[in-house]
T-cell receptor, first 116, second 113 residues
């Protein structure tokens, strides 16, 4: 168990809908990352927050947004969903914002999103 | 463009054998090279990582070999066990960047008893 908690584990929704994925980082971790894993694209970095502020942006679509709250949990909002958004969405956390030695990034078990 | 190329896509090894997975990268600015292990239904977990100032790092049965001039690094699993059956991802991170990793496409390893 990595200590990163993600909910829900599975989600099925229709095209055009909006969903929110939730993540609680490991105790003490200030950085939260969101990754998308799909068969064709593999594991892709979406966005990172550190202590409530956006730190880095990857291949995140404009229909997607995220935020990190004062209690450090994070939410990933996916809107106007398309079939191609079906994927496994991972949250990860680390103590610090960069990947220096000893600052390991820990992944949760993911949220399976199926868009039908 | 694919910044990290991982091979092979799948690998079958007999118990006790050596598993070797390779990754090649393009950007010389990368300075952190981890390997992640992922079991079905689980998130990726850090297995071992290396920085470019060393050519090899060993942790138990797992070894990373790093060739800076060739821009390649590989994972060697010695005495492979059925419990090692998983998908392995190499990743890179650019020096000075935030903690966003660029992952390879993954290698599905099956260790036969």
């Amino acid at each position: 168990d990595s200590g990163v908690t993600q909910t829900p584990k599975h989600l099925i929704t229709a095209t055009g809908q909006r969903v929110t994925l939730r993540c609680s980082p490991r105790s003490g971790d200030l950085s939260v990352y969101w990754y998308q894993q799909s068969l064709d694209q593999g594991l892709q970095f979406l966005i990172q927050y550190y202590n409530g502020e956006e730190r880095a942006k990857g291949n995140i679509l404009e229909r997607f947004s995220a935020q990190q709250f004062p209690d450090l949990h994070s939410e990933l909002n996916l809107s106007s969903l398309e079939l191609g958004d079906s994927a496994l969405y991972f949250c990860a956390s680390s103590v610090d914002w960069g990947l220096s030695s000893g600052n390991t990034i820990y992944f949760g078990e993911g949220s399976w999103l199926t868009v039908v | 463009q694919q910044q990290v190329k991982q091979s092979p896509q799948s690998l079958i090894v007999q118990k006790g054998g050596i598993s070797i997975i390779n990754c090649a990268y393009e950007n010389t600015a990368f300075d952190y090279f981890p390997w992640y292990q992922q079991f079905p239904g689980k998130g990726p977990a850090l297995l071992i990582a290396i920085r470019p100032d060393v050519s090899e790092k060993k942790e138990g049965r797992f070894t990373i070999s790093f060739n800076k001039s060739a821009k390649q690094f590989s994972l060697h699993i010695m005495d492979s066990q059925p419990g090692d059956s998983a998908t392995y991802f190499c990743a890179v991170q650019r020096g000075g960047s935030q903690g966003n990793l660029i992952f390879g496409k993954g290698t599905k390893l099956s260790v036969k008893p």
